[in-house]
């Protein structure tokens, strides 16, 4: 939950971070995929790049 003296819309500085850089990669591997085609590991890390980024969503209550 929240405090009450945070905007929803404000980052927390230690997640941002660690968002940008999931975000860089998943940007990427999705590029990366594009060019090169369906790969099983390529797939695989994308799979695993977006399960992390669920899980810091759901961690930090969105706010990153």
């Known amino acids: ?3 009450p ?3 929803e819309s404000e980052q ?3 997640h941002a971070p660690a968002a940008e ?3 860089n990669a998943h940007k990427l591997l999705t590029a990366l995929r594009k060019r090169i085609g ?3 590991e390529l797939a695989e890390a994308i ?3 977006e399960s992390a ?3 810091l969503t759901v961690k930090t209550g969105g706010m990153f």
Do not use: C, T, W
């Open 12 to 14: 927390k500085p230690e």
């Open 53 to 55: 980024l669920n899980i």
């Open 1 to 3: 939950m929240q405090s």
């Open 21 to 23: 850089h999931v975000s």
């Open 47 to 49: 799979s695993k790049l």
């Open 5 to 7: 003296s945070e905007p």
């Open 38 to 40: 369906e790969h099983p």
